[in-house]
Nanobody, 123 residues
C-alpha cells in the first residue's frame, strides 16, 4: 500500500489549506483512512477518519467544525480541508489507512502510513 500526503505549507492564522493523500488503493480495495498529526515533543493525534462507506466521519474535538475529510469517486484520493487554522494546528500531518473492521478512532488500528507533510500556521 502506497500513500503520499501533500498540500502542506505556511498559512496565516484564520487561513485554509487542503491536504491530499493519494493511495494505491481504490474502489476494489476497501480501506478506512485517518489523518494524524504530530508536533515535536507531543504524542501523535488522530484528528479525522473517513470510513470506507463514507458515513460516520470521525473528528477529534480539537478540529471538529473546522476540518472536513472527503474522498474522490475513484476512492484513490482523500482530502483534508482545514479551515480557520490556528497556530496550535502547526504539525506534521500524516495520512494512514487500515483495511480491517476495527474502529476508525484509534491510531493503533492504522497499519499503513504515508510520509508526512508539514503545516505551519503563523503570522
Amino acid at each position: 500500500v502506497q500513500l503520499q500526503a501533500s498540500g502542506g505549507g505556511l498559512v496565516q492564522p484564520g487561513g485554509s489549506l487542503r491536504l491530499s493523500c493519494a493511495t494505491s488503493l481504490g474502489t476494489h480495495s476497501p480501506y478506512d483512512m485517518g489523518w494524524i498529526r504530530q508536533t515535536p515533543g507531543k504524542e501523535r493525534e488522530l484528528i479525522a477518519a473517513l470510513p470506507w462507506r463514507g458515513d460516520r466521519k470521525w473528528y477529534a474535538v480539537s478540529v471538529k467544525g473546522r476540518f472536513t475529510v472527503s474522498r474522490n469517486s475513484d476512492k484513490d484520493t482523500v482530502w483534508l480541508q482545514m479551515n480557520s487554522l490556528k497556530p496550535e494546528d502547526t504539525a506534521v500531518y500524516y495520512c494512514a489507512v487500515k483495511t480491517d473492521a476495527s474502529p476508525v478512532d484509534r491510531i493503533s488500528n492504522y497499519n499503513y502510513w504515508g510520509q508526512g507533510t508539514q503545516v505551519t500556521v503563523s503570522s
